[in-house]
């Protein structure tokens, strides 16, 4: 798939989300629809914020990091727009529950940012990438 074709269809995913997020803040009594409601809601905030993030910082790296390969660029925008719109879904998720208070946002911050240490420190050791010399067959 072209990398342009990758954006368009991200780009539309994006506004059909953030469509569903209006209508479920619009049409949905939180009161009434329990759980089921509570999931729509946070659900298609989640989908949209992640694909509004990927677009935003794909754009952001690909305008001053002109060096990079741009496939890594997605993987790097991908992951890190998941991590943040976890964030902010997981704040007011806490704020929903009165549960929010700093060292709860700390400790989700440093939970956050500790899978993404992981995910560098993996990516820089080459744990996930396959390896060429595995030439077994089944």
Same mark, same amino acid.
């Given at each position: +798939? %072209?990398?342009?074709?990758?954006?368009?269809?991200? &780009?539309?995913?994006?506004?059909?989300?953030?469509?569903?997020?209006?209508?479920?803040?619009?049409? =949905?009594?939180?009161? @009434?629809?329990? @759980? #089921?409601? *509570?999931? *729509?809601?946070?659900?298609?905030?989640?989908?949209?914020?992640?694909?509004?993030? !990927? &677009?935003?910082?794909?754009? !952001?790296? %690909?305008?001053?990091?002109?060096?990079?390969? /741009?496939?890594?660029?997605?993987?790097?925008?991908?992951?890190?727009?998941?991590? #943040?719109?976890?964030? =902010?879904?997981?704040?007011? !998720?806490?704020?929903?529950? @009165?549960?929010?208070?700093?060292?709860?946002?700390?400790?989700?911050?440093?939970?956050?940012?500790? &899978? /993404?240490?992981? #995910?560098?420190?993996? %990516? %820089?050791?080459?744990? +996930?990438?396959?390896?060429?010399?595995?030439?077994?067959?089944?």
């Amino acid at each position: +798939m %072209k990398l342009i074709h990758l954006l368009i269809i991200v &780009l539309i995913a994006t506004l059909a989300c953030w469509a569903g997020w209006l209508l479920v803040l619009l049409k =949905i009594d939180p009161t @009434n629809s329990g @759980n #089921f409601g *509570l999931g *729509l809601f946070y659900g298609s905030l989640f989908l949209a914020l992640f694909g509004t993030f !990927f &677009l935003l910082s794909f754009l !952001f790296r %690909k305008i001053f990091n002109h060096v990079a390969i /741009e496939q890594l660029l997605v993987g790097t925008s991908f992951r890190q727009s998941f991590f #943040f719109a976890l964030i =902010i879904i997981g704040v007011l !998720f806490l704020q929903s529950l @009165n549960f929010l208070t700093w060292w709860n946002l700390l400790i989700l911050v440093i939970a956050i940012a500790g &899978l /993404e240490f992981v #995910f560098l420190t993996a %990516k %820089k050791n080459n744990i +996930m990438l396959p390896r060429d010399d595995d030439n077994s067959t089944i």
